[in-house]
Protein backbone atom coordinates (compact mmCIF):
# COMPACT_ATOMS: atom_id res chain seq x y z
CA UNK A 1 0.00 0.00 0.00
CA UNK A 2 1.11 3.71 -0.97
CA UNK A 3 2.44 5.51 2.13
CA UNK A 4 3.24 8.80 0.15
CA UNK A 5 0.36 11.02 0.16
CA UNK A 6 1.78 12.58 -3.22
CA UNK A 7 1.14 8.96 -4.30
CA UNK A 8 -2.20 9.03 -4.67
CA UNK A 9 -5.37 10.55 -6.74
CA UNK A 10 -8.38 12.18 -6.37
CA UNK A 11 -11.83 10.57 -7.90
CA UNK A 12 -15.35 12.34 -7.61
CA UNK A 13 -18.58 12.48 -8.62
CA UNK A 14 -18.94 16.37 -7.00
CA UNK A 15 -21.48 14.79 -4.17
CA UNK A 16 -18.72 12.18 -2.76
CA UNK A 17 -14.35 11.28 -3.40
CA UNK A 18 -12.32 8.36 -3.30
CA UNK A 19 -8.31 8.24 -3.19
CA UNK A 20 -6.23 5.86 -5.43
CA UNK A 21 -2.81 5.06 -4.85
CA UNK A 22 0.01 4.27 -7.58
CA UNK A 23 -0.57 0.90 -6.87
CA UNK A 24 -4.08 0.62 -7.84
CA UNK A 25 -5.69 0.53 -4.53
CA UNK A 26 -8.68 2.76 -3.45
CA UNK A 27 -7.95 3.84 0.05
CA UNK A 28 -10.21 6.29 0.77
CA UNK A 29 -13.93 6.05 -0.13
CA UNK A 30 -17.03 8.37 1.25
CA UNK A 31 -20.40 7.34 0.50
CA UNK A 32 -23.06 9.52 -0.50
CA UNK A 33 -20.97 12.15 1.02
CA UNK A 34 -17.56 14.06 1.29
CA UNK A 35 -18.07 13.68 5.13
CA UNK A 36 -19.64 10.59 5.10
CA UNK A 37 -18.02 7.47 7.16
CA UNK A 38 -15.70 5.77 4.91
CA UNK A 39 -16.46 2.40 3.57
CA UNK A 40 -12.47 2.25 2.66
CA UNK A 41 -10.02 3.95 5.71
CA UNK A 42 -7.15 1.82 5.13
CA UNK A 43 -5.39 5.69 4.43
CA UNK A 44 -5.75 6.23 7.95
CA UNK A 45 -5.13 2.85 9.06
CA UNK A 46 -4.55 -0.44 7.81
CA UNK A 47 -6.25 -2.46 5.01
CA UNK A 48 -7.90 -4.32 7.42
CA UNK A 49 -9.67 -0.89 7.73
CA UNK A 50 -11.00 -1.23 3.97
CA UNK A 51 -9.48 -1.18 0.59
CA UNK A 52 -10.08 -2.05 -2.85
CA UNK A 53 -6.64 -3.05 -4.90
CA UNK A 54 -6.82 -4.13 -8.03
CA UNK A 55 -3.45 -4.65 -10.56
CA UNK A 56 -1.28 -6.87 -11.84
CA UNK A 57 -0.40 -9.92 -9.76
CA UNK A 58 3.47 -9.75 -10.91
CA UNK A 59 6.08 -7.30 -10.68
CA UNK A 60 4.98 -3.85 -12.97
CA UNK A 61 5.74 -0.33 -13.15
CA UNK A 62 3.24 2.12 -14.02
CA UNK A 63 2.34 5.64 -15.46
CA UNK A 64 -0.77 7.46 -14.95
CA UNK A 65 -3.19 10.06 -16.35
CA UNK A 66 -6.55 12.14 -16.04
CA UNK A 67 -8.38 12.06 -19.54
CA UNK A 68 -8.37 15.70 -20.32
CA UNK A 69 -10.73 18.34 -18.53
CA UNK A 70 -12.05 15.52 -16.17
CA UNK A 71 -11.14 13.86 -13.09
CA UNK A 72 -11.16 10.03 -14.44
CA UNK A 73 -7.85 8.36 -14.25
CA UNK A 74 -6.39 5.81 -16.49
CA UNK A 75 -3.47 4.01 -15.08
CA UNK A 76 -1.22 1.80 -17.54
CA UNK A 77 0.41 -1.06 -15.40
CA UNK A 78 3.50 -2.55 -17.86
CA UNK A 79 4.57 -6.71 -16.71
CA UNK A 80 7.17 -8.75 -18.40
CA UNK A 81 4.45 -10.44 -19.73
CA UNK A 82 2.40 -7.38 -21.49
CA UNK A 83 0.38 -4.53 -20.17
CA UNK A 84 -2.99 -3.58 -19.26
CA UNK A 85 -4.86 -0.12 -18.60
CA UNK A 86 -6.94 0.50 -15.30
CA UNK A 87 -9.63 2.99 -16.10
CA UNK A 88 -11.18 4.62 -12.39
CA UNK A 89 -13.80 6.51 -11.93
CA UNK A 90 -16.83 7.63 -9.67
CA UNK A 91 -19.99 8.74 -11.75
CA UNK A 92 -21.75 12.19 -11.72
CA UNK A 93 -25.18 11.94 -11.35
CA UNK A 94 -28.00 12.99 -9.08
CA UNK A 95 -29.04 9.19 -8.14
CA UNK A 96 -25.49 7.76 -8.19
CA UNK A 97 -22.88 6.51 -6.37
CA UNK A 98 -21.02 4.49 -7.94
CA UNK A 99 -17.30 3.57 -8.56
CA UNK A 100 -16.37 2.47 -12.05
CA UNK A 101 -12.38 0.06 -12.83
CA UNK A 102 -12.52 -1.21 -16.05
CA UNK A 103 -9.13 -3.11 -17.17
CA UNK A 104 -8.34 -3.11 -20.70
CA UNK A 105 -5.04 -5.79 -21.89
CA UNK A 106 -3.03 -3.53 -24.50
CA UNK A 107 -0.40 -6.34 -25.24
CA UNK A 108 0.60 -9.47 -24.03
CA UNK A 109 -1.03 -11.29 -20.89
CA UNK A 110 -1.18 -10.08 -17.58
CA UNK A 111 -2.37 -11.92 -14.75
CA UNK A 112 -4.90 -9.54 -12.51
CA UNK A 113 -6.03 -9.84 -8.88
CA UNK A 114 -8.63 -7.86 -7.06
CA UNK A 115 -8.93 -7.58 -3.21
CA UNK A 116 -12.00 -6.11 -2.27
CA UNK A 117 -12.63 -5.17 1.77
CA UNK A 118 -15.40 -3.64 2.94
CA UNK A 119 -15.23 -1.91 5.96
CA UNK A 120 -17.94 0.44 6.75
CA UNK A 121 -17.97 3.45 9.38
CA UNK A 122 -14.82 4.42 8.85
CA UNK A 123 -13.29 0.79 9.13
CA UNK A 124 -15.14 -0.08 12.00
CA UNK A 125 -18.04 -2.68 10.91
CA UNK A 126 -17.50 -5.88 9.03
CA UNK A 127 -20.24 -6.34 6.81
CA UNK A 128 -22.57 -9.35 6.38
CA UNK A 129 -21.94 -10.15 2.37
CA UNK A 130 -24.21 -12.65 0.52
CA UNK A 131 -24.34 -13.24 -3.14
CA UNK A 132 -27.33 -13.25 -5.52
CA UNK A 133 -28.30 -12.46 -8.48
CA UNK A 134 -24.59 -12.45 -10.11
CA UNK A 135 -24.10 -9.60 -7.66
CA UNK A 136 -22.18 -9.69 -4.45
CA UNK A 137 -23.83 -7.46 -2.05
CA UNK A 138 -22.46 -6.07 1.43
CA UNK A 139 -24.79 -4.99 4.27
CA UNK A 140 -23.67 -3.55 7.12
CA UNK A 141 -25.93 -0.67 9.74
CA UNK A 142 -27.32 1.85 7.15
CA UNK A 143 -24.69 1.59 4.05
CA UNK A 144 -24.90 -1.32 1.56
CA UNK A 145 -22.92 -2.16 -1.29
CA UNK A 146 -23.26 -4.42 -4.33
CA UNK A 147 -20.39 -4.91 -6.65
CA UNK A 148 -20.80 -6.69 -10.16
CA UNK A 149 -18.34 -7.77 -12.62
CA UNK A 150 -17.55 -10.17 -15.26
CA UNK A 151 -15.01 -12.26 -13.29
CA UNK A 152 -16.44 -14.59 -9.89
CA UNK A 153 -14.91 -13.89 -6.90
CA UNK A 154 -14.22 -16.22 -3.68
CA UNK A 155 -14.14 -15.46 -0.48
CA UNK A 156 -10.76 -14.72 1.50
CA UNK A 157 -9.88 -13.36 4.96
CA UNK A 158 -12.95 -11.26 5.42
CA UNK A 159 -12.15 -9.98 1.45
CA UNK A 160 -13.70 -10.93 -1.82
CA UNK A 161 -10.89 -12.00 -4.32
CA UNK A 162 -10.55 -11.90 -7.90
CA UNK A 163 -7.93 -13.90 -10.06
CA UNK A 164 -7.67 -13.30 -13.65
CA UNK A 165 -5.70 -13.07 -16.57
CA UNK A 166 -6.00 -9.83 -19.92
CA UNK A 167 -5.07 -10.55 -23.06
CA UNK A 168 -4.91 -7.63 -25.27
CA UNK A 169 -8.46 -6.62 -26.23
CA UNK A 170 -9.69 -7.88 -23.51
CA UNK A 171 -11.99 -5.57 -21.10
CA UNK A 172 -13.13 -6.70 -17.34
CA UNK A 173 -15.38 -4.44 -15.88
CA UNK A 174 -16.04 -3.60 -12.17
CA UNK A 175 -19.01 -1.44 -11.03
CA UNK A 176 -19.26 -0.85 -6.92
CA UNK A 177 -22.18 1.00 -6.37
CA UNK A 178 -23.51 2.32 -2.65
CA UNK A 179 -27.53 2.24 -1.37
CA UNK A 180 -28.94 2.79 1.65
CA UNK A 181 -29.37 -0.80 3.55
CA UNK A 182 -32.90 -0.50 3.60
CA UNK A 183 -33.69 0.42 0.44
CA UNK A 184 -33.39 -2.11 -2.90
CA UNK A 185 -29.64 -2.03 -4.61
CA UNK A 186 -29.49 -0.09 -7.88
CA UNK A 187 -30.30 -1.50 -11.06
CA UNK A 188 -27.46 -3.06 -13.10
CA UNK A 189 -26.08 -0.80 -15.86
CA UNK A 190 -22.70 -1.04 -18.66
CA UNK A 191 -19.96 0.35 -16.62
CA UNK A 192 -18.72 1.21 -20.48
CA UNK A 193 -21.61 3.35 -20.82
CA UNK A 194 -21.47 5.05 -17.46
CA UNK A 195 -17.53 5.58 -17.90
CA UNK A 196 -18.40 7.28 -21.10
CA UNK A 197 -21.36 9.17 -19.01
CA UNK A 198 -18.93 10.41 -16.40
CA UNK A 199 -15.96 11.14 -18.78
CA UNK A 200 -18.54 13.43 -21.00
CA UNK A 201 -19.92 15.09 -18.10
CA UNK A 202 -16.43 16.72 -17.07
CA UNK A 203 -15.53 17.83 -20.82
CA UNK A 204 -18.99 19.36 -20.68
CA UNK A 205 -17.86 21.19 -17.80
CA UNK A 206 -14.07 21.70 -18.71
CA UNK A 207 -15.77 23.01 -21.90
CA UNK A 208 -17.41 26.37 -20.07
CA UNK A 209 -13.59 27.09 -19.10
CA UNK A 210 -12.77 30.87 -20.64
CA UNK A 211 -9.28 31.49 -18.69
CA UNK A 212 -6.82 31.21 -22.04
CA UNK A 213 -3.71 32.90 -20.40
CA UNK A 214 -0.77 31.85 -18.63
CA UNK A 215 -0.32 28.53 -16.88
CA UNK A 216 -3.82 28.07 -18.39
CA UNK A 217 -3.49 24.17 -18.25
CA UNK A 218 -2.15 24.67 -14.24
CA UNK A 219 -5.36 26.64 -14.10
CA UNK A 220 -7.47 24.26 -15.90
CA UNK A 221 -6.07 21.56 -13.61
CA UNK A 222 -6.81 23.11 -10.35
CA UNK A 223 -10.12 24.48 -11.41
CA UNK A 224 -10.99 20.67 -12.19
CA UNK A 225 -10.15 19.57 -8.69
CA UNK A 226 -12.08 22.97 -7.37
CA UNK A 227 -15.02 21.17 -9.03
CA UNK A 228 -14.42 17.97 -7.54
CA UNK A 229 -14.80 19.36 -4.03
CA UNK A 230 -17.66 20.67 -4.72
CA UNK A 231 -20.44 19.24 -3.38
CA UNK A 232 -22.61 19.66 -6.21
CA UNK A 233 -26.24 19.86 -5.15
CA UNK A 234 -25.13 22.49 -2.11
CA UNK A 235 -22.94 24.49 -3.70
CA UNK A 236 -21.02 24.16 -0.88
CA UNK A 237 -16.72 24.03 -1.54
CA UNK A 238 -14.82 21.49 1.06
CA UNK A 239 -11.45 22.10 1.96
CA UNK A 240 -10.12 18.54 1.22
CA UNK A 241 -11.65 15.03 0.77
CA UNK A 242 -9.84 13.59 3.88
CA UNK A 243 -9.01 13.84 6.98
CA UNK A 244 -6.38 13.28 9.40
CA UNK A 245 -3.97 13.28 7.24
CA UNK A 246 -1.11 14.33 9.19
CA UNK A 247 0.97 18.20 8.63
CA UNK A 248 4.22 16.45 10.04
CA UNK A 249 4.86 12.43 9.90
CA UNK A 250 4.40 10.45 13.30
CA UNK A 251 2.55 13.93 14.67
CA UNK A 252 -0.72 14.98 16.40
CA UNK A 253 -1.96 17.75 14.21
CA UNK A 254 -4.33 15.67 12.22
CA UNK A 255 -7.59 17.15 11.56
CA UNK A 256 -11.04 16.65 9.58
CA UNK A 257 -11.05 19.16 6.33
CA UNK A 258 -14.20 17.62 4.89
CA UNK A 259 -16.22 20.85 5.86
CA UNK A 260 -16.38 24.48 4.38
CA UNK A 261 -14.66 27.57 5.44
CA UNK A 262 -16.09 30.50 5.26
CA UNK A 263 -12.64 32.18 5.14
CA UNK A 264 -11.96 30.61 1.40
CA UNK A 265 -15.24 32.60 0.18
CA UNK A 266 -13.89 35.77 -1.53
CA UNK A 267 -10.69 33.97 -3.51
CA UNK A 268 -12.80 31.16 -4.30
CA UNK A 269 -15.78 33.34 -5.61
CA UNK A 270 -13.19 35.86 -7.25
CA UNK A 271 -10.85 32.53 -9.62
CA UNK A 272 -14.24 30.90 -10.26
CA UNK A 273 -15.75 33.89 -11.88
CA UNK A 274 -12.88 35.08 -13.54
CA UNK A 275 -12.39 31.78 -15.30
CA UNK A 276 -15.60 31.21 -16.16
CA UNK A 277 -17.29 29.02 -13.46
CA UNK A 278 -20.70 31.00 -13.17
CA UNK A 279 -22.51 28.63 -12.18
CA UNK A 280 -20.08 27.54 -9.34
CA UNK A 281 -19.26 30.84 -8.28
CA UNK A 282 -23.29 31.72 -7.40
CA UNK A 283 -23.77 28.10 -5.86
CA UNK A 284 -20.93 29.07 -3.98
CA UNK A 285 -22.48 32.43 -2.48
CA UNK A 286 -25.68 30.63 -2.41
CA UNK A 287 -24.81 28.44 -0.08
CA UNK A 288 -22.71 31.05 1.91
CA UNK A 289 -25.48 33.37 2.45
CA UNK A 290 -27.92 30.31 4.01
CA UNK A 291 -24.86 28.86 5.68
CA UNK A 292 -24.66 32.30 7.86
CA UNK A 293 -28.40 33.10 7.54
CA UNK A 294 -29.28 33.44 11.27
CA UNK A 295 -27.81 34.94 15.02
CA UNK A 296 -24.58 37.05 13.69
CA UNK A 297 -23.12 36.30 17.15
CA UNK A 298 -23.44 32.80 16.27
CA UNK A 299 -21.58 33.30 12.83
CA UNK A 300 -18.83 29.93 12.83
CA UNK A 301 -15.73 29.80 10.66
CA UNK A 302 -16.59 26.43 9.38
CA UNK A 303 -20.28 24.60 8.62
CA UNK A 304 -21.36 21.55 6.97
CA UNK A 305 -21.46 20.50 3.62
CA UNK A 306 -25.70 20.97 3.79
CA UNK A 307 -24.75 24.07 6.38
CA UNK A 308 -24.82 21.75 9.00
CA UNK A 309 -23.36 23.67 12.35
CA UNK A 310 -22.76 20.84 15.10
CA UNK A 311 -19.17 19.25 14.09
CA UNK A 312 -18.58 17.65 17.61
CA UNK A 313 -14.55 16.50 17.15
CA UNK A 314 -14.43 12.66 18.07
CA UNK A 315 -10.92 10.78 18.00
CA UNK A 316 -11.11 6.98 16.62
CA UNK A 317 -8.93 4.87 18.53
CA UNK A 318 -9.46 1.87 16.35
CA UNK A 319 -7.52 3.45 13.16
CA UNK A 320 -3.60 3.31 13.67
CA UNK A 321 -3.21 6.68 11.40
CA UNK A 322 -1.57 7.59 8.47
CA UNK A 323 2.24 6.38 9.15
CA UNK A 324 1.20 6.40 12.83
CA UNK A 325 -0.12 9.71 12.63
CA UNK A 326 -2.74 9.27 15.47
CA UNK A 327 -5.23 10.27 16.89
CA UNK A 328 -7.29 10.62 13.62
CA UNK A 329 -10.37 12.83 13.63
CA UNK A 330 -13.85 13.19 12.60
CA UNK A 331 -15.35 16.20 13.09
CA UNK A 332 -13.89 19.40 13.97
CA UNK A 333 -13.96 21.44 17.62
CA UNK A 334 -12.84 24.69 15.61
CA UNK A 335 -16.20 25.18 14.43
CA UNK A 336 -16.78 27.03 17.74
CA UNK A 337 -14.18 29.43 17.86
CA UNK A 338 -14.44 33.14 17.61
CA UNK A 339 -12.47 34.11 14.40
CA UNK A 340 -13.00 37.75 14.06
CA UNK A 341 -12.08 37.90 9.93
CA UNK A 342 -14.81 35.30 8.64
CA UNK A 343 -16.83 38.90 9.12
CA UNK A 344 -14.32 40.18 6.17
CA UNK A 345 -14.60 37.66 4.29
CA UNK A 346 -18.46 36.97 4.02
CA UNK A 347 -18.63 40.81 3.39
CA UNK A 348 -16.31 41.11 0.72
CA UNK A 349 -17.45 37.65 -0.98
CA UNK A 350 -21.12 39.54 -1.21
CA UNK A 351 -19.37 42.73 -2.18
CA UNK A 352 -17.12 41.07 -5.10
CA UNK A 353 -20.43 39.64 -6.34
CA UNK A 354 -22.15 42.51 -7.06
CA UNK A 355 -19.04 43.77 -9.10
CA UNK A 356 -18.78 40.50 -11.09
CA UNK A 357 -22.90 41.17 -11.71
CA UNK A 358 -24.05 38.09 -10.18
CA UNK A 359 -27.67 38.53 -9.72
CA UNK A 360 -29.38 39.26 -6.41
CA UNK A 361 -29.68 37.15 -3.70
CA UNK A 362 -33.20 38.47 -1.55
CA UNK A 363 -31.45 37.87 2.12
CA UNK A 364 -27.76 38.50 1.80
CA UNK A 365 -27.76 42.64 2.00
CA UNK A 366 -30.02 42.17 5.81
CA UNK A 367 -27.56 39.37 7.01
CA UNK A 368 -24.68 41.70 6.10
CA UNK A 369 -26.29 44.48 8.05
CA UNK A 370 -26.85 42.03 11.01
CA UNK A 371 -23.37 41.15 11.29
CA UNK A 372 -21.68 44.91 10.92
CA UNK A 373 -24.30 45.98 13.57
CA UNK A 374 -22.65 42.86 15.89
CA UNK A 375 -19.28 43.28 14.17
CA UNK A 376 -18.96 47.17 15.96
CA UNK A 377 -19.65 45.97 19.53
CA UNK A 378 -17.24 43.26 19.00
CA UNK A 379 -14.09 43.78 16.61
CA UNK A 380 -12.18 44.83 19.80
CA UNK A 381 -12.13 41.23 21.65
CA UNK A 382 -9.15 39.27 21.26
CA UNK A 383 -10.03 36.04 19.50
CA UNK A 384 -8.79 32.83 18.57
CA UNK A 385 -7.24 33.75 14.80
CA UNK A 386 -7.09 32.32 11.16
CA UNK A 387 -4.89 29.27 12.60
CA UNK A 388 -7.35 28.05 14.72
CA UNK A 389 -5.22 28.36 17.59
CA UNK A 390 -6.05 26.29 20.87
CA UNK A 391 -3.90 28.53 23.16
CA UNK A 392 -4.97 31.85 24.52
CA UNK A 393 -7.00 34.41 22.41
CA UNK A 394 -5.26 37.70 21.16
CA UNK A 395 -5.38 40.41 19.25
CA UNK A 396 -4.37 39.00 15.90
CA UNK A 397 -3.47 41.24 13.85
CA UNK A 398 -5.13 39.66 11.01
CA UNK A 399 -8.42 39.41 12.49
CA UNK A 400 -8.74 43.01 13.42
CA UNK A 401 -7.20 44.11 9.02
CA UNK A 402 -10.22 41.93 8.37
CA UNK A 403 -12.79 43.45 10.65
CA UNK A 404 -11.87 46.65 8.92
CA UNK A 405 -12.30 44.51 5.32
CA UNK A 406 -16.19 44.06 6.65
CA UNK A 407 -16.79 47.77 7.34
CA UNK A 408 -15.10 49.02 3.91
CA UNK A 409 -16.49 46.71 1.37
CA UNK A 410 -20.20 47.55 3.25
CA UNK A 411 -19.41 51.15 2.97
CA UNK A 412 -18.67 50.57 -0.45
CA UNK A 413 -22.07 48.64 -1.22
CA UNK A 414 -23.98 51.86 0.27
CA UNK A 415 -21.91 54.23 -1.87
CA UNK A 416 -21.69 52.77 -4.90
CA UNK A 417 -24.46 50.29 -5.33
CA UNK A 418 -27.01 52.49 -3.63
CA UNK A 419 -27.81 49.94 -0.57
CA UNK A 420 -29.41 51.14 2.49
CA UNK A 421 -26.89 51.65 5.38
CA UNK A 422 -24.76 54.41 7.05
CA UNK A 423 -21.87 54.50 5.12
CA UNK A 424 -20.23 57.52 7.10
CA UNK A 425 -20.67 54.88 10.94
CA UNK A 426 -19.49 52.15 8.55
CA UNK A 427 -16.18 54.04 7.27
CA UNK A 428 -15.73 55.43 10.46
CA UNK A 429 -15.56 52.05 12.22
CA UNK A 430 -13.07 51.20 9.36
CA UNK A 431 -10.39 54.65 9.90
CA UNK A 432 -10.76 53.63 13.46
CA UNK A 433 -9.29 50.00 13.24
CA UNK A 434 -7.02 51.45 10.74
CA UNK A 435 -5.25 53.72 12.91
CA UNK A 436 -5.32 50.85 16.09
CA UNK A 437 -3.50 48.04 13.56
CA UNK A 438 -0.76 50.60 12.44
CA UNK A 439 -0.54 52.02 15.71
CA UNK A 440 -0.51 48.59 17.66
CA UNK A 441 -0.16 45.49 15.06
CA UNK A 442 3.41 47.25 14.20
CA UNK A 443 6.81 46.52 15.94
CA UNK A 444 9.74 48.69 16.25
CA UNK A 445 11.48 47.82 12.90
CA UNK A 446 8.36 48.49 11.38
CA UNK A 447 7.06 45.58 10.64
CA UNK A 448 3.15 43.73 11.36
CA UNK A 449 3.51 41.51 14.10
CA UNK A 450 1.03 38.55 14.78
CA UNK A 451 -1.03 39.91 17.28
CA UNK A 452 -1.01 43.60 19.17
CA UNK A 453 2.68 43.73 21.38
CA UNK A 454 3.65 40.59 20.16
CA UNK A 455 7.26 40.23 18.33
CA UNK A 456 6.60 36.68 16.79
CA UNK A 457 5.70 36.84 13.08
CA UNK A 458 2.51 35.23 11.24
CA UNK A 459 2.10 34.85 6.77
CA UNK A 460 -1.51 35.53 7.36
CA UNK A 461 -0.19 39.70 7.65
CA UNK A 462 0.85 38.91 3.80
CA UNK A 463 -2.77 39.33 3.22
CA UNK A 464 -2.41 43.57 3.96
CA UNK A 465 -1.93 44.29 0.59
CA UNK A 466 -4.04 41.36 -1.21
CA UNK A 467 -7.06 42.99 0.62
CA UNK A 468 -6.08 46.85 0.21
CA UNK A 469 -5.40 47.30 3.71
CA UNK A 470 -2.31 49.34 2.43
CA UNK A 471 -0.50 49.47 -0.45
CA UNK A 472 2.15 46.93 -1.81
CA UNK A 473 4.47 49.80 -2.00
CA UNK A 474 3.96 50.77 1.59
CA UNK A 475 7.39 50.39 3.51
CA UNK A 476 5.44 48.88 6.38
CA UNK A 477 4.46 46.38 3.84
CA UNK A 478 7.37 45.90 2.37
CA UNK A 479 9.74 45.47 5.57
CA UNK A 480 6.48 43.16 6.50
CA UNK A 481 7.09 40.73 3.60
CA UNK A 482 11.11 41.00 3.96
CA UNK A 483 10.52 40.01 7.32
CA UNK A 484 8.90 37.06 6.59
CA UNK A 485 11.22 36.02 3.67
CA UNK A 486 14.03 35.77 6.16
CA UNK A 487 12.35 34.12 9.21
CA UNK A 488 9.55 32.35 8.21
CA UNK A 489 10.85 30.22 5.21
CA UNK A 490 12.72 27.09 3.65
CA UNK A 491 14.06 26.83 0.37
CA UNK A 492 11.48 29.65 -0.60
CA UNK A 493 8.50 28.01 0.70
CA UNK A 494 6.63 30.17 3.76
CA UNK A 495 5.32 28.61 7.12
CA UNK A 496 2.39 30.22 9.10
CA UNK A 497 3.87 31.30 12.48
CA UNK A 498 6.57 29.98 14.60
CA UNK A 499 4.41 31.15 17.96
CA UNK A 500 3.51 28.37 20.39
CA UNK A 501 -0.62 27.55 19.32
CA UNK A 502 -1.65 25.16 22.03
CA UNK A 503 -1.64 22.16 19.90
CA UNK A 504 2.27 21.41 19.43
CA UNK A 505 4.62 19.29 17.43
CA UNK A 506 5.83 20.18 14.07
CA UNK A 507 4.31 20.93 10.84
CA UNK A 508 5.06 22.03 7.16
CA UNK A 509 5.54 24.37 5.38
CA UNK A 510 1.93 25.85 4.22
CA UNK A 511 1.06 26.36 0.23
CA UNK A 512 -1.55 29.23 0.83
CA UNK A 513 1.00 31.56 2.57
CA UNK A 514 3.47 30.82 0.11
CA UNK A 515 0.80 31.16 -2.80
CA UNK A 516 0.65 34.65 -1.01
CA UNK A 517 4.10 35.43 -1.18
CA UNK A 518 3.98 35.13 -5.14
CA UNK A 519 0.91 37.44 -5.09
CA UNK A 520 2.54 40.12 -3.03
CA UNK A 521 5.45 39.99 -4.93
CA UNK A 522 3.43 40.64 -7.91
CA UNK A 523 1.99 43.48 -6.49
CA UNK A 524 5.28 45.21 -5.87
CA UNK A 525 6.05 44.81 -9.27
CA UNK A 526 8.41 42.20 -8.55
CA UNK A 527 7.44 40.37 -11.23
CA UNK A 528 10.63 37.56 -12.23
CA UNK A 529 10.72 36.85 -8.12
CA UNK A 530 6.82 35.91 -8.18
CA UNK A 531 7.41 34.17 -11.57
CA UNK A 532 10.25 32.17 -9.79
CA UNK A 533 8.68 30.99 -6.71
CA UNK A 534 5.51 30.56 -8.65
CA UNK A 535 7.33 27.78 -10.76
CA UNK A 536 8.66 26.03 -7.40
CA UNK A 537 5.51 25.53 -6.03
CA UNK A 538 3.90 24.46 -9.06
CA UNK A 539 6.91 21.99 -9.55
CA UNK A 540 5.09 20.34 -6.11
CA UNK A 541 2.04 18.95 -7.76
CA UNK A 542 2.01 15.37 -8.09
CA UNK A 543 2.38 13.55 -11.32
CA UNK A 544 -1.69 14.58 -12.10
CA UNK A 545 -1.35 17.55 -10.92
CA UNK A 546 -2.47 17.85 -7.27
CA UNK A 547 -1.27 19.25 -4.34
CA UNK A 548 -1.68 18.95 -0.66
CA UNK A 549 -2.15 21.28 2.59
CA UNK A 550 1.79 21.68 3.22
CA UNK A 551 5.00 20.26 1.98
CA UNK A 552 7.99 19.48 3.72
CA UNK A 553 10.79 21.75 2.00
CA UNK A 554 13.77 19.44 2.80
CA UNK A 555 12.06 16.31 1.26
CA UNK A 556 9.54 17.62 -1.15
CA UNK A 557 7.10 15.32 0.83
CA UNK A 558 3.36 16.02 1.02
CA UNK A 559 2.13 17.05 4.27
CA UNK A 560 -1.72 17.36 5.45
CA UNK A 561 -5.12 16.66 3.82
CA UNK A 562 -5.37 16.06 0.32
CA UNK A 563 -6.04 17.37 -2.50
CA UNK A 564 -6.10 20.64 -0.40
CA UNK A 565 -8.72 22.95 -1.95
CA UNK A 566 -6.86 26.17 -1.12
CA UNK A 567 -3.74 25.48 -2.60
CA UNK A 568 -5.46 24.59 -5.98
CA UNK A 569 -7.54 27.86 -5.47
CA UNK A 570 -3.91 29.93 -4.40
CA UNK A 571 -2.64 28.63 -7.31
CA UNK A 572 -5.16 29.34 -9.82
CA UNK A 573 -5.50 32.69 -8.53
CA UNK A 574 -1.75 33.30 -8.34
CA UNK A 575 -1.58 32.04 -12.22
CA UNK A 576 -4.23 34.37 -13.14
CA UNK A 577 -2.77 37.18 -11.23
CA UNK A 578 0.64 36.68 -12.98
CA UNK A 579 -1.18 36.83 -16.36
CA UNK A 580 -0.46 40.08 -17.99
CA UNK A 581 -3.92 40.06 -20.51
CA UNK A 582 -5.87 39.18 -17.06
CA UNK A 583 -6.74 41.16 -13.63
CA UNK A 584 -6.12 38.46 -11.04
CA UNK A 585 -7.72 37.84 -7.83
CA UNK A 586 -5.53 39.25 -5.35
CA UNK A 587 -5.55 42.67 -7.96
CA UNK A 588 -8.88 42.47 -7.91
CA UNK A 589 -9.07 41.97 -4.45
CA UNK A 590 -6.27 44.60 -3.70
CA UNK A 591 -7.84 47.32 -5.61
CA UNK A 592 -9.42 50.24 -3.93
CA UNK A 593 -11.52 51.37 -6.85
CA UNK A 594 -14.77 50.05 -7.61
CA UNK A 595 -13.77 48.75 -11.82
CA UNK A 596 -17.74 47.30 -12.36
CA UNK A 597 -20.69 48.70 -11.72
CA UNK A 598 -22.00 46.77 -9.13
CA UNK A 599 -25.37 45.13 -9.60
CA UNK A 600 -27.88 45.68 -6.67
CA UNK A 601 -27.67 43.67 -3.40
CA UNK A 602 -25.85 40.19 -3.66
Request: charged share 25%; with cysteine.
Amino acid sequence: MSRLIEDYALLSDSKSAALVSRAGSVDWLCFPRFDSPACFAALVGSKENGHWSLSPATPYESQRAYRSGSLVLDTLHHTGSGSVVVTDSLVPGDDRHRLIRIVEGRGGTVPMRSELRIRFDYGSIVPWVRRAADALHAVGGPDALVLRSDVASRGEDFASVSEFEVRQGDVVTFDLAWHQSSRPAPAAQDPAALLDAAVEWWQRWSRRLRYDGAYRDDVHRSLTVLKGLTHQPTGAVIAAPTTSLPEWIGGTRNWDYRYCWLRDATFTLLALSRAGCLDEAKAWRDWLVRAVAGDPSKLQIMYGIGGERRLPELELDWLEGFEGSRPVRVGNGAAAQLQLDVFGEVVDAMYQARLNGMEPHDMAWGIQEEMLEWLEGNWRQPDDGIWEVRSARAHFTHSKVMAWVAFDRAARGVEAAGLPGDAGRWRAQRDEIHREVCEKGVDSRGVFTQAYGSAELDAATLMIPLVGFLPADDQRVLATVEAIRRELTSDGLVYRYASEDGVGGEEGAFLLCSFWLVDCLALMGRHDEAVELFDRLRALRNDVGLLAEEVDPASGRHLGNFPQAFSHLALASSAITLCPASTGPSEARSDGRDTASPSPDA
